[in-house]
């Protein structure tokens, strides 16, 4: 195990030795150590069993309609009847959060876990809805990106209008390949 101790560097700086004894800079990034590997493995691990990626959310939806086999997840979309009608991801139940208390037992399956979504990124609105499902104790993800990054990322979805769908947008999702490989 190497440690790191707080040196004054050629710069005058505060900063830390590596595993060489050569001195690292305290800058933003490292002001706060990072994490251990244990915990940051417990961390990231969590992480995904709270969260879906959007391209992962709808290569499970594809693969289910292409084989007739159920994905095993239901998709919620949390946001307001206008929201709803203005686009949401096909096959999604419109479950607004206000009415999760009210309506979930009666729309949904315990046994079934669930992916929250609401607008985007800058929207907390699966993250309650989510609560609120988990709270009525169900199994529940929330979906990263929200409504935003399933068009962004270039995925068909439907409107009051009908289906409809936009090119990808290149800094969301790979212009010339079914995914990004992550």
Not at 52 to 75: E, I, N, Y
């Amino acid at each position: 195990m190497t440690t790191t101790t707080p040196q004054v560097n050629p710069t005058g700086s505060t900063g830390s030795t590596g595993p060489l004894g050569a001195a690292r800079p305290v800058n933003a990034v490292l002001r706060t150590p990072p994490a251990s590997p244990a915990a940051a493995a417990a961390y990231f691990s969590a992480s995904l069993a709270f969260h879906a990626d959007v391209s992962d959310v709808a290569a499970a939806l594809a693969d289910a309609r292409a084989t007739g086999v159920d994905p095993g997840f239901v998709v919620i979309d949390s946001r307001s009847t206008a929201s709803w009608d203005q686009g949401h991801v096909p096959g999604a139940v419109h479950l607004p959060t206000a009415l999760i208390a009210e309506q979930a037992e009666q729309l949904l399956d315990k046994d079934v876990p669930v992916v929250t979504y609401c607008w985007g990124p800058g929207c907390n609105g699966a993250t309650r809805a989510a609560l609120a499902l988990a709270e009525l104790g169900f199994q529940v993800k929330e979906m990263l990106g929200g409504f935003e990054y399933w068009v962004r990322e270039g995925f068909a979805y439907e409107t009051w209008e009908g289906p409809a769908q936009r090119a990808a947008d290149p800094l969301t999702a790979p212009v010339d390949a079914e995914d990004c490989g992550c």
